[in-house]
């Protein structure tokens, strides 16, 4: 998944791509580059790694021209290199490109056969040559048209050609693509977030659009080559603060404001006079809801694997919950009384875009929990529920974790009252808990906060570590053993405590750190039994509780006492400890803690 944006202006552009390729390199940091037309001819820059290399290149030699288009990557074809940054360039056409071509291949080798020399390992160059191919014979409607055919896979694209330049040229099939209207300038990005900063009003293309834009006109056209009329939306202005301000980077921001994120959310749904939760017109009366399908990838979907429990305790309605690259490749039964429920931080992922896609041509009823109320999967969704978090700028999410639990909990406990499985006293009840919780985040943050440093110290020679849990617990082990993953590259297992004895617990030895989460609830004493088989095989244990109990901490390395709260209301606390240890063991490991290897915040390819 990559980042690109265009700008048709009268005035110079660099400066403006330069900014907005900053705020997409989120979506890709391993290379970036620019092209511009500059005296009719295509001016390509580009470099490996972040967009600061690329701004130190134009401060040596300027790319001039006001028109251009710009690039972030995150590499699929072709290793992070310069010569595989994009645009890929010929002397006619210069292409920036956020999608995969399944058919690169062959239609590479039709290209060889007649000639052409391939500079890069990319499937991209495939679109720049096929582009110049055609432009041979047919003018420039008719080039884009015949090349977007020949394309199979998904593309977001942004297109220079040097004979007309005071176009730039956007397409979209998968990948997500918006249009940005200015003052005597027009704009091509990713997203909002990426035209934010230069135009409120903008409008998203569907599958199979294209767009023309000059610096005073946008016109679009559908797959028939149809020329239409596209909706403009104003984008709500931000009320959140998009700095570090004193942290020292995203994570340690977007970890400390949890609190605040909780309150935020819970504010925003909970009528603490009238003791109600403000949730109505569901896409499906409750009552009816035969089924709850809960679908995400990563993180998300954890947060579908604790709303499981949330859901099957209160509401009694059976849950499925799926991972969402497998979910739309197979063979599902669809019923229109289930209520299938996509969880997405970014709302742009491509699997989870896929899922929901799949779902809608099956009419089924969907509602979105997302953060980025403008993405793609929020507004192809029959319901949406945005979980206010704000803009998460860390690519290891953690605040969204937080948002997506409570609001898939608040939406267990609606349920569970319209369907009446629970009394109003005990509604009553879980609204007033949850009233207590960004407290009990804030009191759990800050008697973490100097543990966790000394803990983490422990993990950087370990060869692997486990994450142990069970009931609501064991979903909390597997993003405990994510973050930790992702962020200091160590090989990590969250796994169901009870299933150890089946096989992991022969990769328990001496001095292997194992965490385990075992709040004070019905699966208490059963994870006590199976850490202490743990540790009767030398395994370091980190113990995670909530109940002060001296004998269990016996013989356990550490063991962190976390303040106490509603059993359901656990993974919010639980999961703060794990989110700080990944910090910290990747800080001590110098890692990159807001942009990690290989990885990216908002994933738009399969
Ligand atoms: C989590 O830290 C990761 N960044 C990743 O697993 C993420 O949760 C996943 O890609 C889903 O992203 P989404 O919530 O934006 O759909």
């Not at 939306?233 to 921001?253: A, H, Q, R, W």
């Not at 001496?510 to 850490?531: A, H, Q, R, W």
């Amino acid at each position: 998944m990559c980042g690109i944006i265009g700008i048709a202006s009268n005035k110079l552009v660099s400066t403006n791509i330069i900014q907005s390729l900053k705020k997409l390199e989120y979506r890709g940091y391993d290379s970036a580059g620019i092209a511009t037309i500059v005296n009719g001819e295509i001016n390509e820059k580009k470099c490996t790694g972040r967009v600061d290399n690329l701004e130190k290149m134009l401060f040596k030699s300027p790319s001039n021209g006001s028109l251009g288009i710009g690039h972030v990557r995150w590499a699929t074809h072709g290793i992070p290199s310069q010569v595989n940054a994009h645009p890929h360039s010929s002397e006619e056409v210069s292409v920036v490109h956020n999608g995969i071509i399944e058919n690169s291949n062959e239609l590479k080798k039709n290209l060889e056969k007649k000639g052409y020399k391939f500079k890069s390992q990319t499937d991209t160059e495939v679109i720049t040559l096929l582009l110049t191919d055609f432009l041979k014979n047919c003018d420039l409607v008719d080039a884009i048209n015949k090349t977007l055919k020949t394309l199979n896979g998904s593309f977001a694209l942004g297109i220079l050609f040097r004979k007309y330049n005071n176009i730039v040229v956007g397409a979209r099939r998968g990948s997500p693509l918006a249009v940005g209207y200015g003052p005597e300038e027009n704009y091509l990005g990713s997203d909002s977030y990426a035209l934010k900063s230069m135009t409120k009003k903008i409008t998203y293309l569907d599958d199979g659009d294209v767009c023309i834009i000059t610096n005073n006109k946008v016109d679009f056209y559908n797959s028939k080559n149809k020329k239409i009329n596209k909706k403009i939306l104003i984008l709500s202005n931000d009320k959140y603060n998009v700095e570090k301000g004193d942290y020292k980077d995203f994570m340690s921001k977007e970890i400390y404001e949890q609190n605040i994120t909780a309150k935020t959310c819970i504010k925003e749904y909970i009528d603490q006079l009238r003791k109600d939760i403000n949730l109505y017109n569901f896409p499906i009366q409750p009552i009816e809801i035969k089924k709850i399908v809960l679908i995400g990838c990563g993180t998300a979907y954890h947060s579908c694997v604790t709303a499981k429990y949330w859901f099957e305790e209160l509401t009694n309605i059976p849950v499925e919950i799926d991972i969402a690259s497998e979910f739309r490749y197979r063979k599902i039964k669809f019923d229109k009384k289930n209520l299938y429920i996509f969880v997405s931080q970014s709302g742009e992922t491509a699997d989870t875009f896929g899922a929901l896609d799949l779902c809608k041509k099956n009419k089924v009823k969907t509602c979105s929990i997302v953060n980025v109320v403008e993405s793609s999967i929020a507004r192809s969704s029959d319901f949406v529920l945005p979980i206010h978090a704000g803009p998460e700028i860390g690519v290891a999410s953690t605040k969204a974790f937080i948002g997506q639990m409570l609001v898939l909990y608040i939406l267990a406990i609606k349920i569970s009252d319209l369907r009446k499985e629970i009394s109003r006293l005990e509604y009553e009840k879980k609204i007033s808990d949850l009233k207590k919780l960004p407290d009990l985040i804030k009191s759990t943050l800050d008697y973490c906060q100097n543990s966790i440093p000394i803990i983490a110290k422990d993990f950087l020679k370990a060869k692997g570590v486990m994450f142990l849990g069970r009931g609501l617990s064991f979903p909390i082990a597997l993003e405990g053993a994510l973050k930790l993953k992702e962020l200091s590259y160590l090989h990590a297992e969250g796994y169901p405590a009870g299933e150890m004895k089946h096989g992991p617990l022969a990769l328990i030895e001496e001095g292997l750190p194992v965490v385990i989460l075992s709040p004070k609830d019905k699966y208490f004493e059963k994870t006590i039994s199976n850490m202490q088989e743990v540790i009767a095989r030398g395994g370091k244990v980190i113990l995670i509780t909530n109940e002060n109990n001296k004998i269990i901490s016996e013989n356990v390395r550490f063991s962190l006492k976390i303040p106490k709260t509603d059993e359901q209301l656990s993974p919010f606390l639980m999961t703060i400890p794990l989110q700080l240890l990944a910090y910290h063991v990747a800080s001590l490991k110098n890692c990159d803690i807001d942009k990690p290897r290989n990885l990216a915040k908002s994933v738009t390819v399969e």
